[in-house]
């Protein structure tokens, strides 16, 4: 089989023996790979990675001991791997796992995969469509079902990334009103395509002043950055309400100015971290996916995995939603 390796700012392909299924561990014959933003540190990096990706949607080919799966299941592949046996597991939190076992990337024709991370794809939804239920929409469903997102609600989302996209479609279809911050002009359209109700340009000068104005000076009931930018975090947290709801999405490794009086007591802000989604809530990802008229857009490039260096460099121009690899094609 292939398998993508990235590093350099390179992307190429190399062969190696196609993987065998081992106790829970069943092969996939990989469909589609979408690129995460995590996956550009091990493009950008210096040192060869041949494990990158983490998501996708494909077919099982091959079994040793599946207690759910057969060979001609179609199904999702979720991020990472996981022990299965600890309290985390067990409650559906595998992303949180301390014990997780060695796993391959997914930017690969094949992968083994543990069973219970694999989760089953109805054949009403295409592999492309379903391959969104993970990083797509997962980190952004699982901070909004958390924040409880309503129809009565005003929702700021900083940054229009593929994530921050998937949070608008979230939100439109819980009926929120809301209210975007994105840098790339392509972003920015393309949110309006999603159906975003205002969409206000990062580099504005005063863009808590503008937020203001839009909720009749209240603040929004609830917010999101999907960015990992500073700016964009303590924007959250300032255009915030009082008992408002801010998650944080953005991977951002550094820290932001937080003031537990001023931001927090005497606003009762209620602040939180989503990573991923717990996985007994993919049913209601699946609905998502099957209801949001809207779903399709959060695509926006498809390319054969051995163009993968040009659907890199498409996705590092920020003028790209999701951009998925396709190892068969």
């Known amino acids: 089989m292939q398998r993508l390796v990235l590093g350099g700012r390179k992307a190429w392909l190399v062969d190696e023996p196609d993987p065998q299924p081992e106790g829970d561990w069943v092969v996939v014959k990989v469909h589609v790979s979408p690129i995460c933003g995590s996956d550009k540190g091990a493009f950008l990096g ?5 494990r990158a990706g983490h998501e996708g949607a494909g077919e099982v080919v091959a079994v040793d001991r599946p207690a759910h799966l057969k060979a001609g299941d179609r199904v999702v592949l979720m991020p990472a791997a996981a022990c299965g046996v ?3 597991c067990r409650r559906g939190d595998q992303i949180f796992c301390p014990n997780a076992p060695p796993w391959d990337g997914h930017f690969a024709q094949y992968v083994k995969k543990q069973e219970q991370l694999c989760m089953p794809l109805p054949a009403d939804i295409s592999y492309e469509i379903g391959s969104l239920a993970g990083c797509g929409l997962g980190p952004a469903f699982d901070a ?8 009565m609600d005003t929702l700021l989302i900083t940054g229009l990334g593929p994530v ?9 279809l819980d009926g929120a009103r809301v209210i975007a911050v994105e840098g790339e002009p392509w972003r920015r359209s393309r949110a309006l395509e999603v159906g975003a109700d205002e969409v206000l340009d990062a580099s504005d000068d005063d863009l808590l002043a503008r937020i203001r104005d839009l909720t009749g000076g209240r603040g929004v009931d609830k917010a999101i950055d999907c960015s990992g ?9 300032d255009a915030a309400t009082v008992r408002g709801w801010v998650a944080f999405v953005g991977e951002n490794p550094n820290q932001i100015p937080l003031g537990p009086s001023r931001d927090m007591i005497r606003k009762g802000l209620t602040l939180i971290g989503s990573w991923h989604y717990n996985l007994t809530q993919f049913p209601r990802i699946l609905d998502v996916l ?17 163009q993968a260096q040009e659907a890199f460099e498409t996705f590092l ?3 790209a939603a999701k951009v998925l690899l396709l190892p068969w094609a």
């Open 144 to 151: 909004l079902t958390r924040m409880a997102i309503a129809p």
């Open 86 to 88: 600890c309290e985390r």
């Open 164 to 172: 921050g996209l998937g949070a608008l479609t979230i939100a439109k």
């Open 317 to 319: 121009s920020g003028k």
């Open 290 to 306: 099957r209801r949001s008229p809207v779903a399709p857009k959060l695509i926006s490039h498809r390319f054969p995995m051995s």
């Open 46 to 50: 210096e040192q060869p990675n041949r």
């Open 229 to 237: 930018s500073a700016a964009a975090e303590r924007l959250c947290i």
